[in-house]
């Protein structure tokens, strides 16, 4: 995708256009895996990355984790299983969702992958929340790619890895949102930033009942119409928590911290009740 690729351009003197003649191909050479035992840092090095005062538990590059020449990760989340005890890291890849079993921190088992949704577009941002032993994965300046929702139990199950993982569900209510925020008590997932189509919220809050994680329905909108560079009351980033503070009014009640784009100081902070 962005590396290791050179496009050789020829000048064509009866237009004077620059037109694609061919690509130059370079080889690629990853950095190692390492795994099956702690690293310690000695001298400022542990294997071969600097260290100070931290030792190294294990190394996944990019193409242990099933990317290719150019993809790049850019997010990681976590679900531990309720019956087994593993814990498992959920990682934002260019082109989809990795899995990998971090059960022995030492010794880290990609367990496969989820794509971006077909028709969608590989995007440098992904985001990735859980609740109710699903995962919920959004992307930025993506296109068409919904909110992808994966059942994670299906990862006890992986017996040869790595396994080409399938979609539990698909909520097409957004198309393109820049993170999601998820209040696993209360079951509702929250896209910010959304944009290129569907129900954009004005770039706020578009909200979403995932207590039955297979079927996600669309719950409604906020947007503060006075925040955003637009005034459309786009939100980059928010956490949605349960209140349980000393103001009895709102007692129980859902509350979402919103940072939103030239909201007042000071801290840059909206708070909306549910």
Known sequence: FFEGTGYVLRRDPQTDQWRESGTLVDTASPLAPVTGGEVTCQSGKAAMFSCSQVDLLAYLPVQAIGGKRGIMLNDVWGWTDPETGKEYALVGRFDGTAFVDVSNPSSPVYHGALRYTTGAVPNLWRSIKVA??????V??????????????????????????????AHYSGIHSAHTIAVN?????????????????????LHMIDVRNPANPTFAGCYADT?????????????QCVTYRGPDAPYQGREICFNA???????GNLWAGIV
């Not at 696993?184 to 706020?204: D, I, K, L, R, V």
């Not at 939103?260 to 000071?266: G, M, N, Q, R, Y």
């Open 260 to 266: 939103s784009e030239t909201a007042p100081f000071p």
């Open 184 to 204: 696993e008590e209360t079951g509702f997932a929250y896209p910010t930033g959304n944009s290129m189509g569907g129900e954009t919220c004005g770039g706020g």
């Open 226 to 238: 006075r925040t955003g560079m637009a005034r459309t009351g786009y939100t980059h980033e928010s």
């Open 139 to 168: 992307a930025d300046g993506a296109g068409a790619h919904g909110m992808q929702v994966f059942d994670l139990t299906q990862l006890r199950n992986v017996r040869v890895p790595p396994v080409t993982f399938q979609e539990t």
């Open 132 to 137: 109710r032993n699903h995962a919920f994965i």
